[in-house]
């Protein structure tokens, strides 16, 4: 079975741009989740989709926005990007929604925001 | 909140027992601890997961508590390989749904 796969793996952008990072699960696996990792913070949940509906929320700012297609690819979009959001952007799926439930994470993209 | 602390980095052997543990206070009561293994440039990846008391697989053992706030990892006879970041997660108390990381422990393995 193919892993998770995200794309673009590396991405540079400066600020007030907006990115759209994309994530194609496991096949079978129905959920998505998006984390965000960099040095000072760690790894940190963004939100988390499951049947196309966002199940659950991290604390991050309404410009962190996702969604999630019926093949169960998500989209993660951030607007009016900040220096701050420079930083490694994973996801994850699981077979069943929610909880700490086993996690297949893809590889991550890189983004860089000037 | 779920806060989660683990050792920042620990050095060991090649051969050794390896145990690292994650406090977790005010978790949910419903999720499982789970811990993953990162190397750079990759992904997180599972490594096991359990709800209480002692679960082992062919990589590695976890120890729960009855309360439920720490786990430890505990890796048998590690090899250079196993230098890598581990971290555990768990879920925000109030079976809210958010997932907490913890801040990651850098195992360094010497030869």
């Known amino acids: 079975k193919a892993g998770v796969t995200q794309t673009p793996r590396y991405l540079i952008k400066t600020r007030g741009q907006q990115v759209t990072l994309s994530c194609s699960p496991i096949?079978?696996?129905?959920?998505v989740s998006w984390y965000q990792q960099t040095p000072g913070q760690g790894l940190q949940f963004l939100f988390e989709?499951?049947?196309?509906?966002?199940?659950n929320k991290g604390n991050f700012p309404g410009r962190f926005s996702g969604r999630q297609f019926s093949n169960s690819r998500s989209e993660m979009n951030v607007s009016t990007l900040e220096l701050g959001d420079s930083a490694l952007y994973l996801c994850?799926?699981?077979?069943?929604?929610?909880?700490?439930?086993?996690?297949?994470f893809g590889p991550g993209t890189r983004l860089t925001v000037l | 909140l779920a806060k989660t602390t683990q050792p920042i980095s620990m050095d060991s052997y090649e051969g050794q027992e390896v145990n690292i543990t994650c406090s977790h206070n005010n978790i949910a009561t419903n999720d499982y601890i789970t811990w993953y293994q990162q190397f750079p440039s990759q992904g997180p990846r599972f490594i096991i997961q359990?709800?209480?008391t002692k679960v082992t697989n062919e990589v590695a053992s976890l120890f729960i508590p009855a309360d439920r706030k720490s786990s430890t990892l505990s890796l048998p006879r590690v090899s250079l390989s196993d230098t890598a970041v581990y971290y555990c997660l768990v879920g925000e108390s109030g079976n809210t749904g958010k997932l907490i990381f913890g801040q990651g422990t850098t195992l360094q393995v010497k030869p």
């Open positions: 096949s079978g696996h129905r959920s």
């Open positions: 994850a799926s699981s077979p069943r929604h929610g909880g700490t439930d086993t996690q297949y």
């Open positions: 359990g709800y209480k």
């Open positions: 989709y499951f049947s196309e509906t966002q199940r």
